[in-house]
T-cell receptor
Framework: DAKTTQPNSMESNEEEPVHLPCNHS???????IHWYRQLPSQGPEYVIH???SNVNNRMASLAIAEDRKSSTLILHRATLRDAAVYYC????????????FGGGTRLMVKP | GAVVSQHPSWVICKSGTSVKIECRSL??????MFWYRQFPKQSLMLMAT?????????EQGVEKDKFLINHASLTLSTLTVTSAHPEDSSFYIC??????????FGPGTRLTVT
């Protein structure tokens, strides 16, 4: 499985943008980059995904490096409800589409 | 988005007993469901892949006779923890894959074995 590397934790102030990095230097051409987040005592929640181009949705934006070896999840204005563990996951559509979770980044949001 | 439910949300059982956890896709049919386990402060670990109408595929190190998985319909998969012991206490999470290959997670079931 292609692996991802994320910082263990990050802090942000409320209402400020947050950039969550993810390195995936061994990504293959068929791997999609998925982001999920997990609030305390809940199951993971889908945030966003992309292949090559940057993506935007109502929750976040995903910026993908040109060589696809890294990506950044952008929360435009962090709220206290965004405090969660954010997981960057590579999903290979040619290998059963399983989601393999790494350590993730614990985002703490300060009021 | 699609909804996946789990029942119960939490359960306490005595050592040696068995516990069944249900995972349902409420508004879509799921030919494939996944079962994960998560210990405190750790990430999710895939236990098994459950395919409707066939045997589950277990990850390495997961005992199939201890964690019985049944996927009898397109909207229901069950995980039975047999002869539970305190070390089986964990947060069990299921997910279901919809017809366009997106995966949705249930809210999790917290199992405590005393």
């Amino acid at each position: 499985d292609a692996k991802t590397t994320q910082p263990n934790s990050m802090e942000s102030n409320e209402e400020e943008p947050v950039h969550l990095p993810c390195n995936h230097s061994t990504i293959s051409g068929t791997d999609y980059i998925h982001w999920y987040r997990q609030l305390p005592s809940q199951g993971p929640e889908y945030v966003i995904h992309g292949l090559t181009s940057n993506v935007n949705n109502r929750m976040a934006s995903l910026a993908i490096a040109e060589d696809r070896k890294s990506s950044t999840l952008i929360l435009h204005r962090a709220t206290l409800r965004d405090a969660a563990v954010y997981y960057c996951i590579l999903r290979d559509n040619n290998a059963g589409n399983m989601l393999t979770f790494g350590g993730g980044t614990r985002l703490m949001v300060k009021p | 988005g699609a909804v996946v439910s789990q029942h119960p949300s939490w359960v306490i059982c005595k050592s040696g007993t068995s516990v069944k956890i249900e995972c349902r896709s409420l508004d879509f049919q799921a030919t494939t469901m996944f079962w994960y386990r998560q210990f405190p402060k750790q990430s999710l670990m895939l236990m098994a892949t459950s395919n409707e109408g066939s045997k589950a595929t277990y990850e390495q190190g997961v005992e199939k006779d201890k964690f019985l998985i049944n996927h009898a319909s397109l909207t229901l998969s069950t995980l039975t923890v047999t002869s539970a012991h305190p070390e089986d206490s964990s947060f069990y999470i299921c997910s279901a894959r919809d017809p366009v290959d997106e995966q949705y997670f249930g809210p999790g079931t917290r199992l405590t074995v005393t």
